[in-house]
């Protein structure tokens, strides 16, 4: 028998994944992380567009100049193929500041997948116990029904001796009816939670193996939607600076060589028109005075600045509340826990004792359903407590800026 049970929990096995598995699966297949990923690559060629942009450029020109009227030094048609050299030898840093504030940036968008990351775990970790809760009180439920199933066998024998009425079986089969209905509502429930985890997850499974968590030991980490609004911050005065740039010097090196063409020429003894023309010219540019455009600018950038450091600061204020809070109900938990134990058991002692005397006449329909309710009632409270009790886990590793899949507990089914 025990080497049967092993082969069952085997094959379950093989059909059915367990949480870290579903984490895996949504963080690899989530299309909003997805989303998240392309904009990282966009933030990348952003950055290797500034370096380009810097570098020497070349360009092919060609030209059809019509000119009227003509003369001896202006032909009718100048036609011109050119080379056009460009290349910026000094910026006071603007290329620099940008480069700079582009790589911030994507590393904000870095931290920002993390954060997306870890919400989504926290929702398929709501989920995934929110599934176990549902069976844990289906099979509360399953075995009040078995218990009234019983208990109407028992007193059809009776009323086949004589010894109690049809009414008696009424009253158990309209409450067998009432849990049929709540059982309906509890499977569709589950379905609900399956589908969702499924669509969360990509993941088409049929069965959930049970996954608990580690005992939090840890300390608080700043969590990544903080490091992504100071990384942005910091970004924010690159910009200032590479704004700041424009009115300081800038220095160009520009070469033009032209081939040239001429049509309807007048006809000159004296000298030719040239073929060819060559330049080179090094530009230096200064801007003295814009009205203040620049200024505004950048001291608009720098306040945006401060409004991104003023909210992290928030948060983190937030971040360290909420972790406290967390680790005080996870506390509060285990105590309702032991509570929640104990009224089981009381629940399972007064049941036994009001079924043998339900058995016996001594007490009526109404005790007795009470008494099974409240068992009921008592075991669903119980497991739903254990299931509460490793929420409040996940919520102390999620706002301890934590990831959740690194504290599972390995689960030995064997």
Do not use: C
């Not at 690899?28 to 990923?37: P, R």
């Not at 009040?144 to 109407?152: G, H, L, S, T, V």
């Amino acid at each position: 028998m025990r080497y049967l049970l092993l082969i069952a929990l085997f094959v379950f096995s093989l059909y059915a994944v367990d949480l870290k598995d579903i984490l895996n699966n949504t963080s690899s297949k989530s299309g909003y992380l997805k989303a998240k990923e392309y904009e990282l690559l966009s933030i990348g060629e952003d950055i290797d567009s500034i370096k380009s942009l810097y570098s020497p450029s070349l360009n092919f020109v060609a030209s059809v100049d019509f000119n009227s009227p003509k003369n001896l030094t202006t032909p009718g048609r100048v036609m011109s193929l050119s080379i056009l050299l460009n290349y910026k030898l000094y910026d006071s840093g603007k290329r620099e500041n940008e480069i700079y504030a582009n790589r911030l940036q994507k590393i904000a968008k870095e931290f920002g997948l993390k954060a997306l990351k870890r919400s989504l775990s926290i929702k398929v970790v709501n989920l995934y116990y929110g599934y176990f809760k549902a069976i844990s009180n289906k099979s509360a439920i399953v075995a009040r029904e078995k218990e009234i199933k019983a208990q109407i066998t028992r007193v059809k024998k009776l009323i086949d001796a004589n010894l109690a009425t049809k009414v008696e079986i009424d009253r158990l089969e309209a409450t067998l009816a009432q849990s049929r209905y709540a059982l309906d509502s509890i499977n569709l429930s589950i379905k609900s939670f399956k589908e969702r985890l499924k669509a969360v997850s990509h993941l088409n499974f049929k069965n959930l193996k049970y996954s608990s968590f580690k005992e939090p030991k840890i300390s608080l980490s700043t969590n990544e939607n903080i490091l992504k609004l100071r990384a942005k911050a910091n970004a924010l005065n690159y910009n200032s600076k590479a704004i700041e740039a424009l009115s300081k010097p800038q220095v160009d090196l520009k070469y033009r060589y032209s081939r040239l063409k001429y049509k309807k020429v007048v006809p000159n003894r004296v000298f030719d028109l040239p073929n060819h023309t060559s330049k080179l010219s090094l530009q230096g540019a200064l801007r003295v005075y814009d009205g203040g455009v620049i200024n505004h600018k950048s001291q608009s950038i720098k306040y945006q600045k401060l409004a991104l450091l003023a909210r992290a600061n928030e948060l983190r204020r937030e971040q360290i509340r909420d972790f406290k809070l967390a680790k005080l109900k996870l506390k509060t938990l285990k105590s309702s826990i032991k509570s929640a134990k104990m009224a089981l058991k009381a629940s399972k002692s007064s049941y036994r004792d009001i079924k043998k005397k339900y058995s016996a006449g001594l007490v009526d329909y109404t005790v007795y359903i009470d008494s099974l309710t409240q068992l009921t009632i008592s075991k669903a409270q119980y497991k739903e407590a254990l299931y509460n009790l490793e929420v409040a886990k996940a919520l102390v590793y999620y706002y301890g800026g934590k990831n959740l899949k690194g504290y599972i507990k390995w689960e030995n089914w064997f």
